[in-house]
């Protein structure tokens, strides 16, 4: 690894701080592309990528926005949002065409494309009705005795948990992406699920892990100074 290629990291990673005052100019589409492309970039289990990321700039639609996040100043000056849309019922059609592009490329070696393939029973189970209601049942029965489990993406509320926690990947790497971008950004839960997902006309079985407010922060922007706790690393010595 070359010193630019860390200097490069790290100076992007400086520069993302959640930004409350936007100067709310409009933002180019080919930034919005760059950034969302790279967004797509992310990683999830599997790679099923069980996130959508709804990209509103119509200003009718962004002051509705800056409503449904309860009038937050980042929400009301953002020039743009990306909310990460988490849904786990699309991914046996994802795997499905996840196979489909494998059978069809020269990239994959045959002992990949059985892997894949060994995989589809597996994936398909997320989909099997009576396999959710039992693993759920298991899930909630376990979690009286302990709080491991309660993320194992068993049954729906599981599979819900499971989608949104992958498509928080997809979050942190718009945040860096805007950043790289020269743009600012503000990652939110204070919003009004019910109310944003009318926004963007969601079905019943999405949820709303975060809702990002993007612009290009204001020369007055007030930043609170940086503070992280000095014990979230814990050092396991093995002997
Ligand atoms: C999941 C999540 C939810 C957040 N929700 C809000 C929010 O609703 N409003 C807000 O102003 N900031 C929100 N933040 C921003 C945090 O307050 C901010 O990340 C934290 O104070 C650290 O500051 P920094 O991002 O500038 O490093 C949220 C951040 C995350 C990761």
């Given at each position: 690894m070359s010193d630019l290629q860390w200097d490069t990291f790290s100076a992007i990673n400086e520069h993302r701080r959640s930004v409350r005052d936007?100067?709310?100019?409009?933002?180019?589409?080919?930034?919005?592309?760059?950034?969302?492309?790279?967004?797509?970039?992310?990683?999830?289990?599997?790679?099923?990528?069980?996130?959508?990321?709804?990209?509103?700039?119509?200003?009718?639609?962004?002051?509705?926005?800056?409503?449904?996040?309860?009038?937050?100043?980042?929400?009301?000056?953002?020039?743009?949002?990306?909310?990460?849309?988490?849904?786990?019922?699309?991914?046996?059609?994802?795997?499905?065409?996840?196979?489909?592009?494998?059978?069809?490329?020269?990239?994959?070696?045959?002992?990949?494309?059985?892997?894949?393939?060994?995989?589809?029973?597996?994936?398909?189970?997320?989909?099997?009705?009576?396999?959710?209601?039992?693993?759920?049942?298991?899930?909630?029965?376990?979690?009286?005795?302990?709080?491991?489990?309660?993320?194992?993406?068993?049954?729906?509320?599981?599979?819900h948990h499971w989608a949104a926690r992958n498509s928080i990947f997809a979050a942190q790497a718009l945040l860096l992406a805007a950043s790289a971008r020269g743009l600012d950004a503000c990652p939110m839960e204070g919003f009004n699920p019910m109310r944003v997902a009318k926004v963007l006309g969601l079905g019943r079985g999405e949820v709303i892990p975060v809702v990002i407010a993007i612009g290009k922060r204001r020369e007055d922007a007030k930043i609170e100074a940086r503070w992280r706790r000095g014990d979230a690393i814990v050092f396991h010595q093995f002997l």
């Amino acid at each position: 690894m070359s010193d630019l290629q860390w200097d490069t990291f790290s100076a992007i990673n400086e520069h993302r701080r959640s930004v409350r005052d936007f100067t709310g100019e409009p933002l180019s589409d080919k930034d919005m592309r760059a950034i969302l492309e790279a967004t797509q970039l992310a990683p999830s289990s599997s790679n099923l990528q069980p996130d959508e990321l709804h990209w509103v700039k119509d200003p009718g639609l962004c002051s509705r926005m800056a409503e449904a996040c309860k009038g937050q100043r980042s929400a009301k000056s953002a020039s743009a949002f990306v909310v990460i849309v988490a849904k786990w019922r699309g991914v046996k059609q994802t795997y499905q065409d996840f196979l489909a592009h494998v059978d069809h490329s020269a990239l994959y070696d045959e002992k990949s494309k059985a892997y894949h393939h060994g995989r589809s029973k597996e994936i398909s189970l997320i989909s099997n009705p009576v396999a959710r209601l039992l693993a759920g049942g298991f899930r909630f029965l376990l979690s009286f005795f302990t709080a491991h489990v309660t993320l194992a993406p068993f049954g729906t509320s599981g599979l819900h948990h499971w989608a949104a926690r992958n498509s928080i990947f997809a979050a942190q790497a718009l945040l860096l992406a805007a950043s790289a971008r020269g743009l600012d950004a503000c990652p939110m839960e204070g919003f009004n699920p019910m109310r944003v997902a009318k926004v963007l006309g969601l079905g019943r079985g999405e949820v709303i892990p975060v809702v990002i407010a993007i612009g290009k922060r204001r020369e007055d922007a007030k930043i609170e100074a940086r503070w992280r706790r000095g014990d979230a690393i814990v050092f396991h010595q093995f002997l």
